[in-house]
């Protein structure tokens, strides 16, 4: 996916997030460019990291307690799952196979659950 450009990616992802549920659609900024880099920085430091995760974990605790103030509730995190997963899907093409599948759904519960864990606790 290094070849497509990043905005298309998210462009991609915040549209099937947004067809799915269109209500999630006012918890975020008019302008999306931002938003996008958010995302693409964020996927960056996760595909770097993928056998250090734990290196993510304060980041991961802060973004989600972040989100609560945003309006996201624990449902949204599926949601968002599987905005990511078709978005992953689609811009690999071919090169998508059941094995990066259960991958990336491991990867991403592992990360959805430090960031709901997180919105939970009392703020410090």
């Not at 624990?74 to 090169?95: C, R």
């Not at 990066?100 to 519960?109: D, G």
């Amino acid at each position: 996916m290094q070849k497509i450009d990043p905005a298309i990616v998210a462009d991609v992802f915040y549209s099937k997030l947004f067809s799915d549920k269109p209500a999630l659609r006012r918890m975020f900024p008019t302008k999306m460019d931002q938003q996008y880099r958010k995302l693409i920085d964020m996927l960056n430091a996760i595909i770097a990291r993928l056998d250090r995760l734990e290196e993510l974990k304060e980041d991961i605790e802060a973004m989600g307690r972040r989100h609560v103030g945003y309006g996201v509730k624990e449902q949204h995190y599926k949601l968002v799952g599987t905005a990511l997963l078709w978005t992953l899907q689609k811009g690999l093409g071919a090169d998508w196979n059941a094995e990066l599948h259960e991958a990336w759904i491991s990867c991403y519960n592992k990360l959805s659950g430090v960031m709901i864990n997180a919105s939970q606790k009392e703020p410090i």
